[in-house]
């Protein structure tokens, strides 16, 4: 993506006995997000009462989008393969980037 920053949460998406991922998501997975939630029965909460299953659902489309994973790579097999999706909260240069509208980050556990 060259030298623009996005917002967007990059995500690092850990499977057992699967390289682990990171990936950037864009706008075109939140899309796909906004036009498969309210299609799912029972309709899936919005992210921010749901951020795992949205974090998740955008980390399986940029996996797709990106061709990490074959587009044939159900949602429901990435769903039960993946063992933590977490915001990352640093850029591969070093730099803080965002983590994502539903991710607060709190104080240190301790």
Same mark, same amino acid.
């Given at each position: 993506?060259?030298?623009?920053? /996005?917002? &967007?949460?990059?995500?690092?998406?850990?499977?057992? =006995?699967?390289?682990?991922?990171? /990936?950037?998501?864009? &706008?075109?997975?939140?899309?796909?997000?906004?036009?498969?939630?309210?299609?799912?029965? $029972?309709?899936?909460?919005?992210?921010?009462?749901?951020?795992? /299953?949205?974090?998740?659902? /955008?980390?399986?489309?940029?996996?797709?989008?990106?061709?990490?994973?074959?587009?044939?790579?159900?949602? !429901?097999?990435?769903?039960?393969?993946?063992?933590?999706?977490?915001?990352?909260?640093?850029?591969? !240069? =070093?730099?803080?980037?965002?983590?994502?509208? $539903?991710? @607060? @980050?709190? $104080?240190?556990? =301790?």
């Amino acid at each position: 993506m060259g030298q623009v920053k /996005l917002t &967007n949460p990059r995500v690092l998406i850990i499977r057992e =006995g699967m390289p682990d991922l990171e /990936l950037q998501t864009t &706008n075109a997975d939140m899309i796909r997000w906004d036009l498969t939630r309210p299609k799912q029965r $029972p309709p899936w909460p919005d992210f921010q009462s749901a951020p795992i /299953l949205w974090m998740t659902f /955008l980390a399986w489309s940029a996996a797709r989008r990106t061709g990490a994973i074959e587009e044939t790579y159900t949602w !429901e097999k990435w769903s039960d393969a993946v063992l933590e999706c977490r915001p990352l909260t640093e850029d591969p !240069e =070093g730099e803080a980037a965002g983590t994502g509208a $539903p991710f @607060q @980050q709190g $104080p240190e556990p =301790g």
